[in-house]
């Protein structure tokens, strides 16, 4: 069974089926098209944690939705060709975890993490351990990504 969405206002269920169900399916696809209208091109911009708690560590990573698009793409061709022991939608899924999102002044920070493995066919596995703070704004067209801050370190 895939995610079940936890909230029951209106915002945060649109959030968590953008962040959760859409982008899972899409990057589990590798089609951008299922996620490209869900941003802010002209306000976007990321940050890499690369799982170190300090925050002197992080850098910069994508400037524009382009550079981020492309590399998106990129790792989910990647996902796309490897042989998994399991549906890797179900599996991302499993793993994917948002239970907290913050809106204030049509401006929301939704927390998302990962925590576990996915076997591989040929026995290895990948570790999914970190999380993502997703910064969002309010449109007349529905919710929209402005960016976030990736790979932060993730305890559970």
Known sequence: MLSQNPFTDSDRQEIWEML???DIRAYCEADWSQVADDFIEEEF???DAQKDQDPGNWQFAFSTLTHYRDEWVRQAKIGLDTQYAEPLEAAVHRLTTLEKIDIADGRAIARKQFNGTIKKADGSEDK???QTLYYLKKTPTGWKICGFTG???YTA
């Open 20 to 22: 959760v169900t859409r």
């Open 128 to 130: 999914l351990l970190w």
């Open 151 to 153: 790979y932060l370190p």
């Open 45 to 47: 911009f990321a940050v």
